[in-house]
């Protein structure tokens, strides 16, 4: 695989951990709009990680999701459960950024991080087949 788009998804997986690690700062610091906010996007530059491979991207959030969905989860590359996490990290983030008086609960920021944690294990095994870390 060519070295340029090895890196690209390296990089992207790099921001995937940054962006976790992020969000449980801001759920230790009671923050938890912003902990919904940082969990999505270490979801969201998971999937840009593994669509790097097929030198996909997106300026849309929509659309690197569907192309993940369609070319990874669809196929059986990742767990469908996979797609239903996105789908709900995208959910919270969207209320948690755009609704005004929106409350983010401990709990629900605490579920939240679970699942960028477990959706960012199954992309780091999958990208170490690769040969990236």
Same mark, same amino acid.
Request: aromatic fraction near 14%; glycine fraction near 4%.
């Given at each position: 695989? *060519?070295?340029?788009?090895?890196?690209?998804?390296?990089? +992207?997986? @790099?921001?995937?951990?940054?962006?976790?690690?992020?969000?449980?700062?801001?759920?230790?610091? $009671?923050?938890?709009?912003?902990?919904?906010?940082?969990?999505?996007?270490?979801?969201?530059? /998971?999937?840009?990680? %593994?669509?790097?491979?097929? /030198?996909?991207?997106?300026?849309?959030?929509? $659309? %690197?999701?569907?192309?993940?969905?369609?070319?990874?989860? &669809?196929? $059986?590359?990742?767990? &469908? *459960?996979?797609?239903?996490?996105? &789908?709900?990290?995208? @959910?919270?983030?969207? +209320?948690?950024?755009?609704?005004?008086?929106?409350?983010?609960?401990?709990? *629900?920021?605490?579920?939240?991080?679970?699942?960028?944690?477990?959706?960012? *294990?199954?992309? @780091?095994?999958?990208?170490?087949?690769? $040969?990236? +870390?």
């Amino acid at each position: 695989m *060519e070295s340029r788009i090895m890196d690209l998804s390296k990089y +992207r997986l @790099e921001c995937c951990k940054e962006a976790l690690e992020d969000a449980q700062i801001m759920y230790d610091a $009671g923050r938890y709009k912003n902990a919904l906010n940082r969990a999505y996007y270490a979801i969201f530059h /998971g999937m840009r990680a %593994v669509n790097a491979l097929k /030198g996909f991207d997106s300026s849309k959030h929509s $659309g %690197v999701i569907a192309f993940f969905n369609q070319n990874y989860v &669809k196929l $059986g590359v990742f767990p &469908k *459960e996979a797609s239903k996490i996105i &789908k709900l990290a995208s @959910e919270k983030r969207e +209320r948690a950024d755009y609704l005004d008086f929106y409350v983010a609960s401990k709990e *629900e920021a605490e579920e939240q991080i679970k699942r960028a944690k477990l959706f960012t *294990e199954w992309i @780091e095994n999958y990208l170490k087949a690769f $040969g990236i +870390r």
